[in-house]
Every structure is written in structure tokens, then in C-alpha cells.
């Protein structure tokens, strides 16, 4: 083949092709960006998610769109004599010259339908199409920021105006500041960063597509201290009190996934989709890959040890069960939150307890009981110590509290 002067980073890119009569076909082949769209079945049908959070919501792919334009320019495939090999470098020397100009063309017609796009889209329809085709698991929270993102316009005076219509050009920096201001003023923790992390998502999309000719985001942060605990967490006196409180209509699985989640320290993303097969019930083991970080991590497997009340609990697979059925069925995430606080607001507990708090207590608890900082890190699946320390940090304010429980000292009586 001939050897072409197109770079990577051409577009289009110079390409070329063998003939049946053994010449060299040359072509160009543009790349024009690329799309989400539904994956469908074997009848046309689209596919859906079957487990996890996504379970009913169809699938969908990436697909990278390219468009191919014949130049009718031809080379010798084995030149022999100058007269061949003149009417090569002649041939190359022109589709070149043609790929430049196209790529000019391309970069006009780009910034032309850029502009287009600046006046004619409305941002806040470009941020649900964008969510219509999100296929991960965070997909709530896209949700979320967008509301909040919506809940921001209309709570603010000067930016009401955009409150059904906002155009990418009028997204600003000063606009992002407060923003982030807002984000702050309605979540706790970590909330605002992680809802303002999802807004950038698709702010950074919008700027790769040419929506948005430049990111509005740069320079505005949401900090905070990741070190400070700042959920509730409960006492290993709280946890017996919730175990030995039950009410009429409890759903079994729910509290039996609980329990085991304050046991072992698992996310609700992770105890939703156990199966009997990640129980070694010999070895008296529980392994499996977290969700958060499967793909992204070598240090994605745990494994916990398991005794025999904690064996009692799983269970084991009954008849008609294998050893991939889940061993909690449960309902939905919205679902386990409401009986989880219906079963602590009968305990008589007054925290407000999610099903992460049950992660947060495990890790405590065994600080607590004198585990060493690694020992708890491994059992979290944390890859090193730095989202641990946390709960040391957590386990010193408790001992604080506890001093301050006690009666106050009279100082006259020194």
C-alpha cells in the first residue's frame, strides 16, 4: 500500500483501498461524531435492563457516525518505472490538496451549525435528552441535577427569566458561582458536590459537541471536608434495639438486608444483588465485587468472614432456588428507605438512618471494638486509607460525646 501523508488527527482522514484490477482506490472518510441510540432485539424491539436500578429503562449504545466520499483518484500498486511513480506522488499530491479543503469545509460548516445551535437550543431540553440517553447507574442523580439546576432558575430573582428557556450562551461563570451557592444551602455532606459533579457532566458533553463554545464550570468548585462523617450512625446498643423491634406488615427481606448490612458493611447497591453462589458456606465467607467500583479497580472484590449467626441469616438456596437466586429479594431503593425509617421510628430511635448509615455504623463500631484502621479498610473494599480515616475522625467526636453526656462537675465543690 501507499504510504499517505494523513495525520490522526486529520478529519477527514486520507484512506485508500485495493481494487479486484489491482489498483489503489483513494477516499476520504469523515468522522461526525458520535450518538446514543437503543439497543434492539432481533425483532426491532428495544432491549431493556432486566437487575439494578435500571431494571424496565431500555439500553442503550454508543454508536460513532462516519461517512465515506470517493475522490476517483487512483494509484499504481506497484510502481515500476519513474513515469509510475511521477503519476503517484502527482495523485497523492491532489487527494491532499482535496482533504484540506474539505477539512476546511467540515470546520466551517461546524462552527456555522455551532452558532446555529447557540441560538436555537434550549438547555434545559438539551440536559433531559442528554438523560434519556444516560445509561449508567447514577442516572437519579442526573435527574436531580437537572431539577435543582431548574429549582435554582426560578428561586432566583435574576435568573427567573430563564426559568422554561435558557440558551447555552447564556450559561456564565458568575451564574455557576451561584449555582454552587445554592447546591449548598439545599444539601448536606457531600450532596451538593455530587449533584454539582453530574451538572458539569453534562455541561462538558454540551462543550465537546460544540453547544457550549466555552465551559462555564472552570474555576467554580464545591469543597469540602471528605474526612468528617457527617451521617448518622448507630450504637451497637441502637442496633440490638432495632433487631429486637418488630411491627406488623415488616417486609423479612428488608430487615434480614439490613441486618446483614450492619454486620458486614455492605451498600445497598451491593446486598440488593447478592446471590447464594457469593456465600462460601464452608469457609464461612461472603466475596464479591462492589458496583461502585467493579471495572475501575483492582481492588473491587471483598471479602468478609461470616459466623454463624450471620450463615442463620443468609439462609440457604429452598427448593426450586439456585445458587444464582438473590438471597434478598427486594423491593425498590425508595421502598427499602421508607420501611427502614417506619422500623427505626419504632424502635424509638430519633436519627435519621439511610441504608449507607448502616455502612458508616459497621465501621465505627468495629473502631470501636478495637479493629485496626487496614482491617476495616479491606473489609470496606476501600483502595487505601484515606475514605477510612474518616471514621476515626467520627470515632474521637463519639468519645467526645460520651464525655459530655456525663453530669456537669460543680465547681465549688473543687
Given at each position: 500500500?501507499?504510504?499517505?501523508?494523513?495525520?490522526?488527527?486529520?478529519?477527514?482522514?486520507?484512506?485508500?483501498?485495493?481494487?479486484?484490477?489491482?489498483r489503489?482506490?483513494?477516499y476520504?472518510?469523515?468522522?461526525?461524531?458520535?450518538?446514543?441510540?437503543?439497543?434492539?432485539?432481533?425483532?426491532?424491539?428495544?432491549?431493556?435492563?432486566?437487575?439494578?436500578?435500571?431494571?424496565?429503562t431500555?439500553?442503550y449504545?454508543?454508536?460513532?457516525?462516519?461517512?465515506?466520499?470517493?475522490?476517483?483518484?487512483?494509484?499504481?500498486?506497484?510502481?515500476?518505472?519513474p513515469?509510475?511513480?511521477?503519476?503517484?506522488?502527482?495523485?497523492?499530491?491532489l487527494?491532499?490538496k482535496?482533504?484540506?479543503?474539505?477539512?476546511?469545509?467540515?470546520?466551517?460548516?461546524?462552527?456555522?451549525?455551532?452558532?446555529?445551535?447557540?441560538?436555537?437550543?434550549?438547555?434545559?431540553?438539551y440536559f433531559?435528552?442528554?438523560?434519556?440517553?444516560?445509561?449508567?447507574?447514577?442516572?437519579?442523580?442526573?435527574?436531580?441535577?437537572?431539577?435543582?439546576?431548574?429549582?435554582f432558575?426560578?428561586?432566583?430573582?435574576?435568573y427567573?427569566?430563564?426559568?422554561?428557556?435558557?440558551?447555552?450562551?447564556?450559561?456564565?461563570?458568575?451564574?455557576?458561582?451561584?449555582?454552587?451557592?445554592?447546591?449548598?444551602?439545599?444539601?448536606?455532606?457531600?450532596?451538593?458536590?455530587?449533584?454539582?459533579?453530574?451538572?458539569?457532566?453534562?455541561?462538558?458533553?454540551?462543550?465537546?459537541?460544540?453547544?457550549?463554545?466555552?465551559?462555564?464550570?472552570?474555576g467554580?468548585?464545591?469543597?469540602?471536608?471528605?474526612?468528617?462523617?457527617?451521617?448518622?450512625?448507630?450504637?451497637?446498643?441502637?442496633?440490638?434495639?432495632l433487631?429486637?423491634?418488630?411491627?406488623?406488615?415488616?417486609?423479612?427481606?428488608?430487615?434480614?438486608?439490613f441486618?446483614?448490612?450492619?454486620?458486614?458493611?455492605?451498600?445497598?447497591?451491593?446486598?440488593?444483588?447478592?446471590?447464594?453462589?457469593?456465600?462460601?458456606?464452608?469457609?464461612?465467607?461472603?466475596?464479591?465485587?462492589?458496583?461502585?467500583?467493579?471495572?475501575?479497580?483492582?481492588?473491587?472484590?471483598?471479602?468478609?468472614?461470616?459466623?454463624?449467626?450471620?450463615?442463620?441469616?443468609?439462609?440457604?438456596?429452598?427448593?426450586?432456588?439456585?445458587?444464582?437466586?438473590?438471597?434478598?429479594?427486594?423491593?425498590?431503593?425508595?421502598?427499602?428507605?421508607?420501611?427502614?425509617?417506619?422500623?427505626?421510628?419504632?424502635?424509638?430511635?430519633?436519627?435519621?438512618?439511610?441504608?449507607?448509615?448502616?455502612?458508616h455504623?459497621?465501621?465505627?463500631?468495629?473502631?470501636?471494638?478495637?479493629?485496626?484502621?487496614?482491617?476495616?479498610?479491606?473489609?470496606?473494599?476501600?483502595?487505601?486509607?484515606?475514605?477510612?480515616?474518616?471514621?476515626?475522625?467520627?470515632?474521637?467526636?463519639l468519645?467526645?460525646?460520651?464525655?459530655?453526656?456525663?453530669?456537669?462537675?460543680d465547681?465549688?465543690?473543687?
Open positions: 500500500m501507499a504510504k499517505l501523508s494523513s495525520s490522526n488527527k486529520d478529519n477527514p482522514k486520507l484512506e485508500q483501498r485495493i481494487l479486484d484490477d489491482g489503489i482506490s483513494l476520504l472518510e469523515y468522522y461526525l461524531g458520535r450518538e446514543s441510540v437503543p439497543v434492539l432485539d432481533e425483532n426491532g424491539q428495544p432491549v431493556l435492563y432486566e437487575t439494578g436500578k435500571m431494571v424496565g431500555p439500553k449504545r454508543v454508536k460513532h457516525n462516519r461517512k465515506k466520499e470517493n475522490l476517483n483518484i487512483y494509484l499504481v500498486a506497484t510502481p515500476r518505472t513515469q509510475e511513480r511521477t503519476s503517484n506522488k502527482e495523485a497523492i499530491r487527494a491532499n482535496i482533504r484540506q479543503e474539505r477539512e476546511q469545509e467540515l470546520l466551517e460548516s461546524r462552527e456555522g451549525y455551532r452558532l446555529k445551535k447557540e441560538r436555537e437550543i434550549n438547555f434545559l431540553d433531559q435528552i442528554y438523560i434519556d440517553g444516560y445509561t449508567k447507574k447514577d442516572i437519579k442523580m442526573m435527574q436531580i441535577a437537572l431539577q435543582r439546576f431548574k429549582d432558575l426560578k428561586a432566583s430573582p435574576e427567573r427569566r430563564y426559568e422554561q428557556i435558557i440558551k447555552p450562551n447564556q450559561l456564565t461563570k458568575d451564574m455557576m458561582v451561584d449555582f454552587t451557592e445554592y447546591l449548598n444551602s439545599r444539601s448536606k455532606g457531600e450532596g451538593a458536590k455530587s449533584i454539582y459533579q453530574r451538572f458539569k457532566k453534562v455541561i462538558k458533553y454540551a462543550v465537546e459537541h460544540d453547544v457550549i463554545k466555552k465551559n462555564p464550570c472552570i467554580v468548585v464545591i469543597k469540602i471536608d471528605e474526612q468528617i462523617l457527617r451521617k448518622d450512625v448507630l450504637s451497637l446498643e441502637e442496633v440490638q434495639q433487631i429486637s423491634t418488630h411491627y406488623t406488615g415488616e417486609n423479612p427481606n428488608i430487615r434480614r438486608a441486618i446483614l448490612s450492619l454486620y458486614c458493611g455492605l451498600r445497598f447497591c451491593d446486598v440488593k444483588e447478592l446471590v447464594f453462589a457469593n456465600v462460601d458456606y464452608s469457609n464461612k465467607l461472603l466475596r464479591f465485587e462492589q458496583n461502585k467500583t467493579k471495572g475501575h479497580s483492582a481492588n473491587s472484590g471483598v471479602v468478609v468472614p461470616l459466623n454463624d449467626g450471620l450463615i442463620k441469616l443468609i439462609g440457604t438456596p429452598v427448593d426450586g432456588q439456585g445458587k444464582d437466586s438473590l438471597i434478598f429479594p427486594l423491593p425498590s431503593h425508595t421502598m427499602c428507605l421508607k420501611a427502614l425509617k417506619r422500623w427505626v421510628k419504632r424502635a424509638g430511635i430519633d436519627k435519621h438512618i439511610s441504608w449507607h448509615c448502616a455502612r455504623s459497621f465501621a465505627v463500631n468495629i473502631l470501636n471494638n478495637g479493629a485496626n484502621i487496614k482491617t476495616v479498610a479491606s473489609l470496606l473494599g476501600h483502595s487505601g486509607l484515606k475514605h477510612t480515616e474518616k471514621y476515626t475522625r467520627a470515632i474521637d467526636s468519645k467526645q460525646d460520651a464525655i459530655n453526656s456525663l453530669p456537669m462537675l465547681s465549688t465543690n473543687f
